[in-house]
């Protein structure tokens, strides 16, 4: 069975930090695009931050530039986002995806497997 598992979200005080994982498990993400989505209440799912099967590419949404980083481990099947600076407009339910392209996409329907979520949640 294949698996996505989030885990270090919670709540932080603007401008804090926090760094989110997904493990993967089931099969390897090795060639595959990975995604981190966002979506706030009433919002639209969009793609925060995308990295091709190698980590040579990546790709962040316009308000996260400076301030994410997305990054992948092969060897664990794990991928990270590390958030600095965080603003209250970043809160909401964070899921890492895998996409069954080698390269980033930026439409939630190109990604095949989900996690099941983690709450980020800034405070002002």
């Known amino acids: 069975q294949v698996q996505l598992v989030e885990s270090g979200g919670g709540l932080v005080q603007a401008g804090g930090s926090l760094r989110l994982s997904c493990a993967a498990s089931?099969?390897?993400?090795?060639?595959?695009?990975m995604g981190w989505f966002r979506q706030a209440p009433g919002k639209e799912r969009e793609l925060v931050a995308g990295?091709?099967?190698?980590?040579?590419?990546?790709y962040y949404v316009d308000s996260v530039k400076g301030r994410f980083t997305i990054s992948r481990d092969n060897a664990k099947n794990t991928v990270y986002l590390q958030m600095n600076n965080l603003r209250p407009e970043d809160t909401a339910i964070y899921y890492c995806a895998a996409s069954s392209m080698m390269n980033i996409v930026t439409r939630p329907s190109a990604y095949k497997y989900w996690g099941q979520g983690t709450q980020v949640t800034v405070s002002s």
């Open positions: 089931g099969r390897t993400f090795s060639y595959d695009a």
């Open positions: 990295l091709n099967w190698n980590g040579g590419t990546t």
